[in-house]
């Protein structure tokens, strides 16, 4: 079966100090992988997307990018974190196939809390 | 701009009451519609939805389409404390995004 991990669950940072946040899936491959930033327990806003190794689309323009490297793991950087960029951090997953075959469903990690002080 | 937008913002209900809880949207390219129940960390799937009309249904929640008015609702009969979350209704737009509402968050009280 297929599983999703994400880390660190929390982590306190200061203004203007970089950021890694990494996520793993295991149990598929080529997995279509999303980063989302969920603000004070609202709605989630699509930051990133990746259909595929070193294939990255951006959503909102801001101090975040995202990274690919292998073809399960996604990664979410900042080389100069703000205080808007505090929230929780939500890496998820979805299959290939259409909708019939119930890839349309996308899986979250568990998060990653991010205070910037 | 695609947009999906939730109501109500957020509901209190005491155990045992009914509640509908709403989502519209005005998507291009409009693929499927889903709910989420979020308690603490991450959300968990509860339905998606592809055509109208038709009722899924899962124990007490149940979730319907209604393409024409492009919206969806989705019900919880005999509410119970542990039904207490934030509901997120999302649409899958284009080949690969989805877009999330603002979600519901719902307190059942004892």
């Known amino acids: 079966s297929q599983t999703i991990h994400q880390w660190p669950a929390t982590l306190v940072q200061p203004v203007g100090s970089p950021l890694s946040l990494e996520c793993t899936v295991e149990?598929?491959?080529?997995?279509?992988l999303y980063w989302y930033r969920q603000a004070a327990g609202r709605g989630l806003q699509l930051l990133f997307y990746?259909?595929?190794?070193?294939?990255i689309s951006s959503e909102v323009p801001q101090n975040l990018s995202a990274s690919r490297p292998q073809d399960r793991q996604f990664i979410l950087s900042s080389k100069k974190l703000l205080l808007s960029d505090s929230g929780f951090y939500l890496c998820?997953?979805?299959?290939?196939?259409?909708?019939?075959?119930?890839?349309?469903?996308?899986?979250f990690g568990a998060g990653s809390r991010l205070t910037v002080l | 701009e695609d947009k999906v937008v939730q109501s109500p913002l957020s509901l209190v209900v005491h155990e045992g009451d009914t509640v509908t809880l709403n989502c519209s949207y005005e998507?291009?390219?409009?693929?499927?519609l889903l709910w989420y129940k979020q308690e603490k960390k991450a959300p968990t799937f509860l339905f998606m939805l592809?055509?109208?009309?038709i009722e899924k249904k899962s124990g007490r929640l149940s979730s319907i389409l209604d393409k024409k008015e492009l919206s969806s609702i989705l019900n919880i009969t005999a509410t119970q404390t542990g039904d207490s979350a934030i509901y997120l209704c999302?649409?899958?737009?284009?080949?690969?995004?989805?877009?999330f509402g603002t979600g519901t968050r719902l307190k059942v009280l004892a």
């Open positions: 998820a997953w979805r299959g290939q196939g259409g909708i019939i075959s119930g890839a349309n469903v996308l899986t």
């Open positions: 149990g598929t491959s080529n997995p279509n």
């Open positions: 990746s259909v595929g190794i070193g294939q």
């Open positions: 998507v291009t390219n409009f693929r499927s």
């Open positions: 592809t055509s109208s009309g």
């Open positions: 999302a649409v899958a737009s284009g080949t690969y995004k989805y877009i």
